[in-house]
């Protein structure tokens, strides 16, 4: 479901003129059960004291809101992170003239859960927050490279990753207790598996769980071994091979629509952004150099 169709970041004239006007837009992922994203900007509209049976994690883009929880007042400004845990009562309002833009994940427990697992973190589960606001570099970098590429066609498997990311974060700086990653160590053979697979059955929209079983390493140990040890993360591996038989059928003649499904791309225009970061020109234009 989608409502709305506006972007929250607008240039300066676009402010001036739509000063007054509220967005939100809800997205459920495919392949990511659990997840929703929540994109608005308010201007008006004030939240009463409610609460969420799932946890809100949210980057605040533009504008200046304020919220109260947990007794006191949090100004929501550019580039802080509200965290939210579910059961937790907060209310929320836009206080500049431009309102509050800010982007959302919506995790269900059960998710949460899921990904606690996935990064090995010990212990009982814990699902309440050091802070409800926090100003935090590294995870607003993880919560914007995420949320870009969820508005983006884009595999499952750099979805999850970069999700694992963002829960790695909150797992070592801001669920209590605090629980840093595990170290990597060398795991030769379990990498070897994975590459070897994925240099077989590249055009696949495999999970990163189906390889971290493959390899029996956990999800986010597999995504920081792999990138350790062969220089990229298992998803952007993916992408490289994916681009590089991509580059073969094109010069072969093959049309771009076909060569796109065919090598596992979701789209033509997910083939172009990682066929020119890889080659540095578009497919149509190689195509078209390649039939001087």
């Not at 992922?29 to 939240?47: T, Y």
């Not at 077989?200 to 990138?227: C, D, E, G, K």
């Not at 796109?260 to 149509?284: I, M, W, Y």
Request: with cysteine.
């Amino acid at each position: 479901m989608r409502l709305g169709t506006n972007h929250l970041e607008m240039n300066p004239g676009q402010r001036e003129r739509d000063n007054s006007q509220e967005i939100v837009e809800y997205s459920r992922p495919h392949g990511l059960n659990g997840l929703e994203v929540m994109s608005a900007r308010w201007v008006k509209h004030s939240f009463a004291p409610h609460m969420h049976d799932f946890y809100a994690i949210s980057l605040n883009y533009g504008g200046q809101g304020t919220f109260d929880c947990r007794g006191q007042t949090h100004d929501a400004s550019p580039h802080t992170c509200n965290l939210i845990a579910p059961g937790e009562i907060h209310n929320g309002r836009a206080v500049s003239d431009y309102g509050w833009a800010y982007r959302n994940l919506y995790i269900e427990p059960a998710l949460m859960a899921s990904l606690f697992v996935s990064l090995d973190r010990k212990g009982p589960f814990v699902d309440r927050f050091e802070s409800p606001l926090v100003s935090d570099q590294i995870l607003a970098s993880c919560l914007a490279r995420i949320f870009e590429s969820l508005t983006e066609s884009n595999s499952l498997m750099r979805n999850e990753s970069l999700l694992l990311k963002v829960a790695a974060r909150l797992v070592s700086d801001h669920f209590i207790p605090h629980q840093p990653a595990r170290k990597i160590g060398r795991e030769n053979a379990a990498i070897g598996r994975v590459r070897e697979w994925l240099d077989a059955y590249s055009a696949q929209n495999v999970s990163i769980h189906v390889l971290a079983q493959m390899a029996n390493l956990s999800p986010y140990y597999l995504v920081r071994t792999f990138h350790k040890q062969v220089g990229v993360a298992p998803h952007q591996y993916q992408t490289i091979l994916r681009a590089h038989h991509a580059r073969k059928l094109l010069a072969s003649g093959r049309p771009i629509a076909q060569v796109a499904s065919e090598v596992g791309f979701c789209d033509q225009s997910h083939l172009n952004r990682c066929f020119k970061q890889s080659f540095g020109v578009t497919p149509g234009k190689y195509a078209a150099a390649g039939a001087i």
